[in-house]
């Protein structure tokens, strides 16, 4: 019981997608072949056709699957009144979220090209709107809207950019969410007519 235990080993699907999104976040998107990947599985080509016909199919289970609980906190939000408690509980759960999806995240950051061409860039510009439509008011002046963005984006950035930054990452990530509050109390407390 005291060895390290292997992540989801049972399951090959997601066998397959955490060994894929480590050799993309490693080595590329373009330069990573399914070959490679069956290879590090020690299984045959055919096995892995099994769950996935294409690359492309498995970074988009892996982005469906560690993003699903974005699509059910932006539907959670959009039944709840548009209170500042409200706002800051979608912050909170939007950290824990892209906490759990870091590793997509970071595959993201090194392949922005190849996200782009692909469906996962459209998708993720999208649920980023639909959180920042929670998170400001409908008739926010545009400052205001700016801080909703750069809210979200401050959350990015703490997982992000200061990977490499010294520190807990938990502790960065709690800074990045304490600037993201500040940035969406200011913006709601100034009111839809822009006084404070």
């Known amino acids: 019981m005291g060895s390290t235990p292997q992540p989801r080993r049972g399951n090959t699907r997601q066998r397959i997608q955490d060994v ?4 993309f976040a ?7 072949s399914l ?30 699957d560690l993003n699903r609980p974005v699509e059910e906190l932006i539907a959670w939000g959009e039944g709840q009144p548009r209170t500042l408690e409200t706002k800051k509980e979608i912050l909170v759960r939007y950290s824990e979220a892209l906490k759990a999806a870091a590793p997509l995240f970071v595959f993201m950051q ?12 459209h998708t993720m510009k999208h649920r980023v709107i639909a959180l920042v439509d ?11 809207q700016v801080r909703c963005f750069t809210a979200l984006f401050a959350m990015h950035a703490g997982m992000m950019a200061l990977r ?19 940035l969406v ?6 009111g839809p007519d822009g006084a404070a």
């Open 20 to 23: 894929a999104l480590r050799l």
């Open 26 to 32: 490693e080595q590329g998107y373009e330069k990573t």
């Open 35 to 64: 070959r490679e990947i069956a290879e590090q599985l020690q299984v045959t080509k055919a096995a892995l056709y099994y769950h996935f016909k294409t690359k492309e199919d498995i970074l988009i289970s892996i982005f469906e």
């Open 110 to 121: 090194e392949n922005q090209a190849t996200v782009r061409d692909l469906s996962i860039g």
């Open 134 to 144: 929670l998170i400001k008011d409908p008739d926010a002046p545009l400052t205001d």
């Open 164 to 182: 490499d930054a010294e520190g807990d990452p938990e502790e960065k990530r709690e800074a990045a969410l304490e600037v993201a509050m500040e």
């Open 185 to 190: 109390t200011r913006a709601h407390d100034r």
